[in-house]
């Protein structure tokens, strides 16, 4: 076990602030390498929360934590934080059931101040916690910490256009980690960024503002020579225009120069702008040259490294991603009109062989789902196919543009949505749980739920080929291991098939409950329908079962509410069926960050589960008949 003799002297952020300065590079130290150790046993995110260990001491240095305000972007980069404020044993269980999260939540500690998950929420959080507390009279402080890809982001730019006219006392930090520190990250930088926060050249300003105020010829010259004079040295031009007062870059790692520029910006009023320059995987050697392998991981053994931890990779089945990212470049090869687009999930969404192939047909947008969506509209338009590669919690921040630009023009785009239903560690955040319910009621949308591999990448050929938007849904990690074939082969549309047949009950599996509903089916004698097709729903199929079964139930991995089986109950009301049907799926209720398996069994979603909600809608069937001829009876 590695020692750590003044981390362990840290309970919070008090503890902290009570220590020499000179004493900070040491603790960082110490902290990076309990991040290495710690991950590398629960998993987690790794090359990001390294590059912010700095950054993240610094500002509870200086700050009065919890009362001034800290609002973490994304929170992939908050291990540290969570450390720091009393949370280091809970790291252990890291992303477990029970455990400590991922991501900030206000549930979990006062110093978590905004519950984070999606990108580019911090400076619209921060601006409205600094405005209520200007309202309220009160001093305290707000910085909101974002990404550069997270400033890619619409929404990060409305809030920045919007606090710069709002007189916010807030600061916004740019964690930069997209480039090396190069020349400009400095002396000469360090001390620009220092004149610039600190108190005597902001006096200066503030008093010439004054003086030349009687003559606003004068004021604006002045304030253009300064803006010139700050352009020539640093790339804050855009920021000052929007109405910050902008300091950097500096190095992220440099805690000499970082400390002392958010003591000086901590003084300033108004909206202030620090862009600081780290480095993903900073102080490991494995993670610093290759961060995105280290952005997420599994356990690994810190010595050797990730493919060491993992102990190979032989005989290991595709993932569903995999079976995606293979189809992609066989249908690419097969039609020069598709186009493969993603926000800013190349690699999560198993795009990375297409865009080596295929490097003029892939288009990376960045953080920016509202823009992937209405651009894949309008190359449609232009009779491409596009196809748009995009993680279900995340296709909600482009729903209207689903809704508005794509379907109402019945334009053919295909949605390939990866991690549908619960997704296991990173939480509520992440599952992809209510997508069959957002895009099922959409007018010409077809929705498919493949149950196998294979089944998988027949439903992503029929979505290719359909003239109209569609989406696949399909769940993370692997699948029951039926082996693919290399065809480019449809489905008929809207028809779902029989998987077993059993007697009195039926149940209605969409996507990865098939197999759970499989196991079931044999222990309960019942039927089992492999559904495929959300929309259109196979009302015949449902009409069959209907007319030969006592009991039908619906199977999804999706919210209860306008999911799959709201479609089958709205079937047999139009059959005016009597049979009995109930539902099964994801209660009313934002699931926690755990294990998958054991998630899905504390819903029911399981073998066990199924069977258990099937016997007792039985019996209470049974008793309720029984109650019935009772009081029939003289």
Not at 244 to 259: Q, R
Request: contains cysteine.
């Amino acid at each position: 076990m590695t020692s750590y003799p003044l981390l362990d002297t840290i309970g919070s952020p008090a503890a902290l602030r009570a220590l020499e300065r000179k004493q900070l590079p040491q603790l960082a130290e110490e902290l990076r390498a309990f991040l290495v150790e710690s991950v590398s046993k629960t998993g987690g995110h790794l090359s990001s929360n390294l590059g912010t260990v700095e950054l993240t001491l610094a500002l509870h240095y200086v700050y009065d934590t919890p009362r001034d305000r800290l609002v973490w972007d994304v929170g992939h980069q908050t291990y540290a934080h969570k450390v720091l404020t009393g949370r280091r044993e809970g790291m252990a269980r890291l992303r477990s059931h029970g455990g400590v999260s991922g991501f900030p939540k206000r549930c979990e500690s006062d110093y978590d101040t905004f519950g984070v998950g999606h990108s580019s929420t911090s400076i619209s959080a921060a601006l409205g916690m600094a405005l209520a507390c200007k309202l309220k009279g009160d001093d305290r402080k707000t910085v909101a910490i974002i990404g550069d890809g997270a400033m890619s982001a619409g929404q990060a730019f409305e809030a920045l256009n919007n606090a710069g006219v709002a007189d916010a006392n807030m600061l916004v930090i740019l964690n930069d980690n997209d480039m090396s520190i190069s020349p400009p990250v400095g002396a000469l930088n360090k001390y620009l960024a220092r004149l610039f926060s600190g108190s005597a050249f902001n006096a200066a300003r503030r008093a010439g503002e004054k003086v030349l105020g009687v003559s606003p010829g004068l004021l604006e010259f002045a304030n253009r020579f300064e803006e010139h004079v700050k352009g020539m040295l640093t790339p804050g031009t855009l920021f000052e225009e929007l109405g910050f007062n902008y300091i950097g870059p500096i190095d992220g790692h440099d805690l000499d120069s970082l400390i002392p520029t958010l003591q000086n910006l901590q003084k300033l009023k108004g909206p202030q702008f620090l862009h600081v320059i780290t480095r993903k995987g900073q102080g490991y050697k494995l993670a610093e040259a290759d961060p995105i392998l280290y952005h997420g991981v599994s356990k690994f053994q810190p010595e050797v490294g990730i493919e060491g931890g993992k102990g190979g990779k032989g005989g290991a089945r595709p993932t569903y991603t995999q079976i995606f990212g293979q189809w992609l470049c066989d249908m690419a090869a097969a039609d020069d009109k598709l186009v493969a687009i993603t926000p800013a999930m190349g690699e999560g969404s198993g795009m990375i062989r297409f865009s080596e192939q295929f490097p003029e047909r892939y288009h990376d947008v960045g953080i920016a789902e509202q823009h992937a969506i209405t651009f894949a509209a309008g190359m449609a338009c232009e009779g491409l196919r596009p196809v748009v590669a995009i993680y279900s919690t995340f296709l909600q921040r482009g729903y209207d543009q689903l809704l508005h630009d794509v379907a109402l023009q019945n334009l053919p785009v295909v949605f390939a949505l990866d991690r549908g239903g619960l997704v296991g560690a990173d939480g509520p955040t992440h599952h992809g749980t209510f997508d069959l319910s957002y895009v099922t009621c959409i007018p010409n949308m077809v929705v498919m739920t493949p149950a196998d591999e294979e089944e998988c990448r027949r439903m992503l050929t029929t979505a290719y080929r359909h003239d109209g938007p569609s989406a696949v849904r399909y769940p993370r990690g692997t699948g029951p291991g039926v082996a693919t074939c290399a065809e480019l082969t449809t489905l008929p549309l809207g028809k779902g098939e029989i998987r077993r047949q059993g007697q009195g009950v039926a149940l209605l599996a969409f996507g990865s409950m098939l197999t759970p509903a499989l196991e079931a089916g044999e222990a309960l004698d019942a039927t089992v329908a492999n559904m495929r097709f959300v929309k259109p729903i196979d009302r015949e199929l449902i009409a069959k079962l209907a007319a030969e079964h006592s009991l039908l139930v619906s199977v999804e991995e999706n919210a209860l509410i306008g999911g799959a089986g709201s479609e089958v109950a709205r079937v047999l009301d139009e059959l005016g069926s009597p049979v009995r049907f109930i539902r099964i799926g994801l209660p009313d209720r934002f699931i926690d960050h755990g294990d998958q398996a054991r998630l899905l069994a504390e819903v029911g979603l399981d073998r066990d589960g199924i069977v258990a909600t099937v016997r007792t809608a039985l019996t209470d069937a049974q008793a309720a008949s029984a109650a019935s001829i009772a009081q029939e009876k003289p």
